[in-house]
């Protein structure tokens, strides 16, 4: 039975290829042929049709000479965008100073004067007013160190106010007259008595000295400032 299922495959394999290849034409077994011969009969004048060959020596200049244009862009543009960035030494930092009191702005000017125009200036800055408890004046070095003796046993912090204030004990200076009150009501609390506020400092208009381009060349002109500068030091803009 497995013998005659073989022989039957064998033969169907060999009828269908003799009939896919036409040989059994003549017995009428055949594919349908797939052709479009009107497309033929639909070309114009088909024997002046020729094939042409590309010759590449004549592309090749032409498509170098269109690549130089870009090439010369580019180079173009990289001299163009390449910018001229100064040396480490050329490279300047703006410094400023202050603030200083109209003496000392007098004095600044002075030493200045020389530097090359337009390599400094002074610019106005308000100052704020300073405020102070403050006890005294005693009439002598002897009554301020028994007080002085007193606020130590109270635990009050003091120090000597100094200038025209003498003789007399700074229990605290403070930027407005509001706090400087807070803090007297405070001290009365521990028990002192006798302080009282007052304006150490009125309100003043003082000076920022402002180098806006120190260059390594500048730099040595300079240093007469230490001594003009009123022990202040150089620091960088803020």
């Given amino acids: 039975m497995l013998r ?5 495959l064998l033969l169907a394999n060999a009828g269908y ?10 017995w009428g077994f055949a594919p349908e042929e797939q052709a479009e011969p ?5 070309q114009i004048r088909p024997e002046t049709l020729q094939i042409l ?3 590449p020596s004549r592309t090749a200049p032409s498509s170098s000479s269109q690549s ?46 020389p ?12 100052i704020p007013g300073r405020w102070m408890v403050y006890m005294g004046r005693f009439d002598d070095l002897e009554t301020m160190d028994r007080k002085r003796a007193e606020l130590r046993a109270r635990k009050v912090d003091h120090d000597r106010a100094g200038g025209t204030l003498e003789y007399g004990l700074s229990l605290g200076r403070f930027s407005s007259k509001e706090a400087a009150e807070r803090e007297l009501t405070n ?22 000295l402002r180098l806006p381009a120190v260059t390594d060349a500048l730099r040595p002109q300079l240093e007469p400032l230490r001594t003009a500068m009123a022990g202040k030091t ?4 803020s």
Avoid: H
């Fill in 187 to 208: 001290l009365a609390n521990k028990g002192v008595r006798t302080a009282r506020v007052l304006q150490e400092r009125p309100d003043a208009t003082g000076f920022t």
């Fill in 234 to 237: 150089l620091r960088a803009c």
């Fill in 38 to 42: 009107q497309r033929m009969n639909q």
């Fill in 53 to 55: 060959r590309v010759n």
């Fill in 115 to 126: 530097l090359p125009q337009g390599s400094w200036q002074l610019d106005p800055t308000p």
């Fill in 4 to 8: 005659l299922a073989v022989i039957v």
């Fill in 68 to 113: 130089a244009p870009s090439g010369v862009a580019v180079a173009s543009s990289n001299a163009s965008s390449a910018p001229s960035s100064p040396s480490a030494s050329d490279a300047a930092e703006c410094l400023q100073a202050g603030v200083f009191d109209e003496r000392q702005a007098e004095t600044l000017r002075a030493t200045l004067a």
């Fill in 17 to 26: 290829y003799a009939w896919s290849q036409g040989l059994l034409k003549d």
